[in-house]
């Protein structure tokens, strides 16, 4: 019940009732009050949580992996649908880690689930779940946003797409605020503009189907303000920054145990 699991809750229960929902987590002070807010029932321990489910998500750290597939070791069986979200352990691994017959899902969501707005690549192998189970499982992920099949190498390039690039997104609506207050806008106001057209130009990408530079060539008026930004922008080495950030998220994705 950490940040992913509690964002992936709020938007579950936008379509599944809390008695379809159990949840273990580390501190008492937690279980009570996400339990309280939200009537999903709290499980004394990892193992009485998998006991009492099906599918099974493990959203703790990479680094609590072996601890918590010792707790639940012996209540989960080849029935069970177990949901990764590490971006450090590839199915293979995890099957090795139960060392008994074990499904296992691979997921890689974004905080954004909190809100339904989750982007999620998933991988399996389809060879393993039957038809009703990829039912639930397609309706487990569109319940708190959109999601998409993905090979499993494309696992850590989703990580940095999705899964760790909403902090960029709000370092770069942050550095967008603090330059327009430094024109005077209010800070509020600010993140309202600034969030909006982050939502908008998302959308124009997406309904549009046209090329990012297209669109963006499309603000730029020849000798206008915008393409002043552009260059600016070139000039500090945006792109070559978002690239450098990229290839950093990219290449701890498989180090973390
Ligand atoms: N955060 C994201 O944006 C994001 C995006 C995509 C994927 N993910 C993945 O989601 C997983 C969880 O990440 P997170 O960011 O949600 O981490 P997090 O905020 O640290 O949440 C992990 C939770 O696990 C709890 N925990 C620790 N040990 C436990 C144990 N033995 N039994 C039960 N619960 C235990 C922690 O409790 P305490 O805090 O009390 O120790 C914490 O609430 C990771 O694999 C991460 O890569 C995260």
């Not at 029935?79 to 979200?85: A, D, E, F, T």
């Not at 293979?92 to 339904?116: C, H, Q, S, Y």
């Amino acid at each position: 019940m950490g940040n992913m699991g509690y964002a992936m809750l709020k938007g579950l229960l936008k379509t599944y009732a809390p008695s379809d929902i159990i949840f273990s987590c580390a501190t008492d002070k937690k279980r009570v009050a996400v339990s309280d807010e939200t009537g999903v029932t709290a499980a004394l321990g990892n193992a009485e949580c998998a006991n009492n489910a099906k599918y099974i998500i493990l959203a703790v750290k990479p680094q609590m992996y072996d601890t918590v597939i010792k707790n639940i070791i012996n209540v989960v069986s080849a029935n069970n649908v177990i949901i990764s979200l590490s971006p450090s352990h590839s199915v293979e691994e995890l099957k090795e880690k139960f060392d008994k017959p074990v499904r296992i899902v691979r997921a890689m969501p974004n905080t954004p689930a909190l809100l339904g707005e989750a982007m999620t690549g998933v991988y399996y192998d389809a060879l393993e779940f039957s038809f009703d189970e990829k039912e639930v499982l397609d309706s487990f992920f569109n319940s708190f946003g959109t999601y998409k099949i993905v090979d499993e190498k494309l696992m850590n390039a989703v990580t940095c797409a999705s899964g760790s690039s909403p902090a960029y997104v709000y370092m770069f609506i942050e550095a967008m605020a603090d330059a327009v207050v430094k024109h005077g806008m209010p800070r509020q106001t600010a993140y309202e503009f600034i969030a909006r057209t982050v939502i908008g130009a998302g959308k124009m990408v997406l309904e549009t189907k046209e090329h990012p530079g297209q669109l963006k060539d499309k603000v730029c008026s020849p000798g206008g303000t915008t393409i002043a930004g552009v260059a600016a922008l070139e000039e500090y080495g945006f792109r070559n920054a978002v690239i450098k950030a990229v290839d950093a998220c990219f290449d701890k994705c498989d180090g973390i145990k």
